[in-house]
């Protein structure tokens, strides 16, 4: 299956992007945990320049503790200031405060030394559906930007105010084309693309496919289905069965059992499954 998604708004939002950014003084960077590699739009880091940026690996939660501090781990070997949160969590808020200002800091006290009081701008940015809009409406204690559960819900720019720091909520982008396609796999996998463009059915038996290989035993126990010497289609029209997921004649609805097994990965029921 061959994955790519760039549609239109897309690229109205990367041309506002190059322009807004050039009235930031820092960025977040809000990176799914279960697939932080994947979300690095290398077209979208271009632009930030030398300003300082905060790599925020949301949705902590549904990592294990060794697969958040491996991916920790190696952007920091990269040079680069990194965090992990969850975005609806009580202690969202001052993890990303915390770490934005410690990073604008030495820009804040070059205008104190000149007698300006500015308003420093941060734009927050990210893959479509890694929870910028959610984290945002953590930092500033209300819901005030659109969030969603699936990819594309942001589709224009919003600028929050923050104690001392004003905020950008811009769209999800992708690249306009994806180098690595098990890494475009990953981000389906996770929600980040429209489920609309991609064929649902061979996509969840990719990923029974994955956790067989990566998490032996996961499906057994989540669904009652045993997976040895079985293929990935048969095990997924098993778990089809078992859910109840028929149509008339007892046939298993094969749509209705992929969004259902997608559906679970991406709620964290399965368990905790990193995508590197």
């Known amino acids: 299956m061959f994955l790519q998604w760039y549609p239109g708004h897309m690229t109205k939002a990367m041309r506002m992007m190059e322009s807004e950014v050039k009235l930031c003084d820092g960025v977040i960077y809000v990176l799914d945990a279960r697939a932080p590699f994947a979300c690095l739009n290398k077209k979208l880091s271009s632009?930030?320049?030398?300003?300082?940026?905060v790599y925020l690996l949301n949705k902590a939660d549904l990592v294990s503790a060794s697969d958040l501090n491996k991916t920790i781990s190696t952007f920091t070997s990269w040079g680069k200031t990194?965090?992990?949160?969850?975005?609806?969590?009580?202690?969202?808020?001052?993890?990303?405060y915390n770490a934005i200002s410690k990073?604008?800091?030495p820009i804040k006290e070059k205008y104190a030394k000149k007698g300006i009081k500015k308003?420093?701008?941060v734009m927050v940015c990210g893959i479509p559906n890694t929870g910028?809009?959610?984290?945002?409406?953590?930092?500033?204690?209300n819901k005030r930007a659109k969030t969603?559960?699936?990819?594309?819900?942001?589709?224009?720019?919003?600028?929050?105010?923050?104690?001392d720091l004003e905020l950008l909520d811009t769209p999800g982008t992708t690249p306009p084309s994806f180098e690595n396609q098990k890494q475009a796999e990953y981000l389906a996998f996770?929600?980040?693309?429209?489920?609309?463009?991609?064929?649902?059915?061979?996509?969840?038996?990719?990923?029974?496919?994955?956790l067989n290989d990566k998490y032996n035993g996961v499906i057994t126990a989540f669904y009652g289905v045993e997976t040895e010497n079985k293929s990935a289609y048969e095990i997924f029209t098993e778990i089809g069965a078992k859910r109840g997921?028929?149509?008339?004649?007892?046939?298993?609805?094969?749509?209705?059992?992929?969004?259902?097994?997608?559906?679970?990965?991406?709620?964290?029921?399965?368990?905790?499954?990193?995508?590197?």
Request: net charge positive.
């Open 245 to 276: 997921c028929l149509i008339k004649g007892g046939d298993v609805d094969e749509e209705r059992t992929a969004k259902t097994i997608l559906s679970d990965l991406r709620k964290g029921k399965i368990g905790k499954i990193y995508f590197n």
């Open 47 to 53: 632009i930030f320049g030398n300003r300082p940026v």
């Open 119 to 121: 308003v420093l701008r």
């Open 103 to 105: 990073e604008l800091a």
């Open 148 to 163: 969603g559960d699936k990819a594309g819900v942001t589709k224009d720019k919003q600028w929050l105010k923050l104690k």
């Open 190 to 210: 996770i929600g980040s693309l429209n489920d609309e463009i991609i064929d649902l059915i061979e996509l969840s038996t990719d990923l029974i496919t994955y």
């Open 82 to 96: 990194v965090v992990s949160t969850v975005g609806t969590g009580t202690n969202c808020a001052s993890v990303v």
């Open 132 to 141: 910028k809009s959610t984290v945002i409406n953590s930092l500033c204690g």
